[in-house]
């Protein structure tokens, strides 16, 4: 599956995005979706992930209470809607997806298979 991020730009502290990430197959509740960001000069770290088949949804705990992953099956899309953006959230953000891999894995960019090419948000304060 191919995955194409969207949404990025440049907002003010206190501000919302939300990107997008559209699957070129069907997203089925086989697939686990997440979110990860890399800042500059930082490694790639997990934001926001809805495991397969139940459909529960975990967030790092910098964007909880801000951040919502929403998978839409129908449209192929996994959306991360985000809210009182604040600068340390400024990144690179790319969405993955994953068939395979088990609840404790949820957090391993190692685990997944599929990804996005990314796209930047950029919140200044």
């Known amino acids: 599956v191919q995955l194409q991020a969207s949404g990025g730009g440049m907002v003010q502290a206190g501000d919302s995005l939300r990107l997008s990430c559209t699957a070129s197959?069907?997203?089925?509740?086989?697939?686990?979706v997440a979110w990860f960001r890399q800042a500059p000069g930082k490694e790639r770290e997990f934001v926001a992930a809805?495991?397969?088949?139940?459909?529960?949804?975990y967030y790092a705990d910098p964007v909880k209470g801000r951040f919502t992953i929403t998978r839409d099956n129908a449209k192929n899309t996994v959306t991360l809607q985000m809210n009182s953006l604040k600068p340390e959230d400024t990144a690179v953000y790319y969405c993955?997806?994953?068939?395979?891999?088990?609840?404790?894995?949820?957090?391993?960019?190692?685990?997944?298979?599929?990804w996005g090419q990314g796209t930047l948000v950029t919140v200044s304060s």
């Open positions: 197959e069907r997203f089925s509740s086989t697939y686990t």
């Open positions: 809805e495991f397969r088949s139940y459909g529960r949804k």
């Open positions: 993955a997806a994953d068939r395979n891999l088990i609840l404790s894995q949820i957090g391993a960019q190692s685990q997944y298979d599929y």
